[in-house]
């Protein structure tokens, strides 16, 4: 049964004019702290679950710095690619990719094959490797040049 939304509201008027305790007996300080603390440790842990490991790679004219990668399987990462260089580069690992589970694809390119990065620019990859193995790493671009790396993915 609903009431009207009128008499729903017990505070029609400002002012305060209720019987408000203001304060006289002791307040239950140490308790409402302790289970603020416990509160804000279980916050703390949830954050901590739940954020990824951020890997750093960045992208010069023409390498990878650093170029060999070890990620743990079933961890959650964040890939931060950003080119330092003057051309464009890109982070190609096709099998790399289609072996992750990836929780924003839309950075990838269509083919999801490859972060591709102006100078400049920056992209963040979220995933979980879910395959041990070694995967190869390249820009498609340069890597006439030399411009590869290694990824492993391990227990
Ligand atoms: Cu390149």
Redesign the pocket.
């Known amino acids: 049964m609903r009431k009207p939304a009128a008499s729903a509201r017990p505070h029609g008027r400002a002012g305060g004019v209720g019987p408000r305790d203001s304060g006289d007996g002791p307040k239950p300080v140490p308790i409402a702290s302790a289970v603020a603390a416990a509160l804000l440790l279980a916050v703390a842990t949830l954050a901590r679950a739940s954020s990824p490991e951020v890997v750093t790679v960045v992208?010069a004219d023409?390498r990878f710095e650093p170029n060999n990668l070890t990620f743990r399987v079933n961890v959650a990462y964040r890939l931060h690619f950003e080119n330092r260089?003057k051309?464009?580069?890109?982070f190609t690992a096709p099998a790399l990719f289609k072996s992750v589970e990836l929780g924003n694809p839309s950075v990838l390119n269509a083919e999801r094959t490859e972060l591709v990065v102006q100078p400049g620019e920056q992209k963040d990859l979220d995933f979980v490797p879910r395959q041990v193995g070694r995967y190869p790493l390249t820009?498609a671009?340069?890597d006439w040049a030399g411009?590869t790396g290694e990824i492993a993915v391990v227990e």
């Open positions: 992208a023409y260089g051309e464009l580069h890109e820009c671009d340069h411009m």
